[in-house]
């Protein structure tokens, strides 16, 4: 059934995608700033009863009214997995976005793409250049779907998966919400959020990097994510990027992550670093990395879909 179950979530998206902007969201995000304002009092612990409080009261309804649907009918309750599937999955969410700036680059069109990528982002796109624009996009799609599609996947693999799935995505929301705008962030109340998204997508993280090793090229991208995701700030963002990165031999990151601004491997470039463990491989990001990113995430959703595959089948037959 969970197999089923996300093969008609991603079927059902595919026809009538939710936007970021649906009511379903918009009412978790008002209910997410609403016990920020009643729990943050200034110290770390009211952060740790908001979080909980937030989590509780979204997972657990979705938990009670899975067991009351398989107690009715088995098919009420794969109608509501389908629901809740659709529902925290979010592979299309901003692929308009992406597909925008993609065509706009793909034509010579910069200043619509920079004006598109400054919608979406919410940061100052003036004067950049292709590369960085193209780096961005790229970067930004490979994280958000881990976040929507491959962290969901894993928890719905959990007991009580409707429950864990919802659990997750309000976990990542409150783990940005609460954390930003900047100002935010030196406020000890989204502390315990941050960490607690930070333990729970661990192993996520690493299953997603692992699937664009195994659909890419898997040596570039164990070398990568081996000596590179520790240069990040964002530990699990480095995991996704430098695998992911590797995977399509494109480079990514910032000059402050060390990644890319040095130029590609040649003997010169061995002797001037002194070792092989700290040259990135991989090319300048540019219009054709998000074509090779489209196809790494489907790649990757395909190995995923084959996976949970072999598990039903596993589990029908046992």
Same mark, same amino acid.
């Given at each position: 059934?969970?197999?089923?179950? %996300? &093969?008609?979530?991603?079927?059902?998206? *595919?026809?009538?995608?939710?936007?970021?902007?649906?009511?379903?969201?918009?009412?978790?995000?008002?209910?997410?700033?609403? @016990?920020?304002?009643?729990?943050?009092?200034?110290?770390?612990?009211?952060?740790?009863?908001?979080?909980?409080?937030?989590?509780?009261?979204?997972?657990?309804? +979705?938990?009670?009214?899975?067991?009351?649907? &398989?107690?009715?009918?088995?098919? =009420?309750?794969?109608?509501?997995? @389908?629901?809740?599937?659709?529902?925290?999955?979010?592979?299309?969410?901003?692929?308009?976005?992406? +597909?925008?700036? *993609?065509?706009?680059?793909?034509?010579?069109?910069?200043? +619509?793409?920079?004006?598109?990528?400054?919608?979406?982002?919410? *940061?100052?796109?003036?004067?950049?250049?292709?590369?960085?624009?193209?780096?961005?996009?790229?970067?930004?799609? =490979?994280?958000?779907?881990?976040?929507? @599609?491959?962290?969901?996947?894993?928890?719905?693999?959990?007991?009580?998966?409707?429950?864990?799935?919802?659990?997750?995505? @309000?976990?990542?929301?409150?783990?940005?919400?609460?954390?930003?705008?900047?100002?935010?962030?030196?406020?000890?109340?989204?502390?315990?959020?941050?960490?607690?998204?930070? &333990?729970?997508?661990?192993?996520?993280?690493?299953?997603?990097?692992?699937?664009?090793?195994?659909?890419?090229?898997?040596?570039?991208? %164990?070398?990568?994510?081996?000596?590179?995701?520790?240069?990040? *700030?964002?530990?699990?963002?480095?995991?996704?990027?430098?695998?992911?990165?590797?995977?399509?031999?494109?480079?990514?990151?910032?000059?402050?992550?060390?990644?890319?601004?040095?130029?590609?491997?040649?003997?010169? +470039?061995?002797?001037?670093?002194?070792?092989?463990?700290?040259?990135?491989?991989?090319?300048?990001?540019?219009?054709?990395?998000?074509?090779?990113?489209?196809?790494?995430?489907?790649?990757?959703?395909?190995?995923?879909?084959?996976?949970?595959?072999?598990?039903?089948?596993?589990?029908? &037959?046992?």
């Amino acid at each position: 059934m969970t197999f089923l179950s %996300i &093969l008609f979530a991603l079927l059902i998206e *595919q026809l009538k995608p939710l936007r970021a902007d649906n009511p379903i969201y918009m009412l978790v995000r008002s209910f997410s700033t609403r @016990v920020e304002n009643w729990f943050n009092a200034g110290h770390a612990h009211h952060g740790q009863l908001g979080w909980a409080f937030v989590v509780l009261a979204l997972s657990v309804p +979705t938990a009670v009214v899975y067991w009351i649907c &398989l107690h009715i009918n088995i098919f =009420l309750a794969f109608a509501w997995n @389908v629901l809740i599937v659709y529902l925290t999955l979010g592979f299309r969410h901003y692929s308009h976005y992406f +597909t925008s700036i *993609q065509l706009a680059l793909n034509t010579g069109d910069e200043v +619509t793409a920079r004006a598109l990528l400054a919608e979406w982002t919410k *940061q100052d796109t003036t004067g950049m250049e292709v590369s960085e624009i193209s780096r961005i996009v790229a970067e930004r799609a =490979l994280i958000t779907t881990h976040r929507n @599609v491959f962290g969901v996947f894993f928890w719905f693999l959990m007991p009580v998966g409707p429950a864990c799935a919802v659990m997750y995505r @309000v976990a990542e929301h409150l783990a940005r919400a609460w954390n930003e705008p900047d100002h935010m962030r030196s406020e000890v109340f989204g502390r315990f959020a941050a960490r607690a998204f930070y &333990l729970i997508d661990w192993i996520p993280v690493r299953l997603t990097a692992a699937a664009f090793a195994v659909v890419g090229n898997f040596e570039d991208a %164990i070398y990568a994510w081996r000596n590179f995701a520790g240069k990040w *700030q964002d530990e699990a963002a480095g995991i996704i990027l430098s695998a992911g990165g590797g995977a399509m031999g494109v480079r990514f990151g910032t000059a402050a992550e060390n990644v890319a601004e040095i130029l590609p491997v040649d003997a010169a +470039t061995v002797d001037s670093l002194g070792s092989e463990s700290e040259i990135p491989l991989g090319e300048a990001p540019s219009p054709r990395t998000l074509q090779s990113t489209v196809g790494l995430v489907w790649r990757a959703l395909l190995l995923w879909m084959f996976l949970l595959l072999l598990l039903s089948f596993a589990v029908w &037959l046992g």
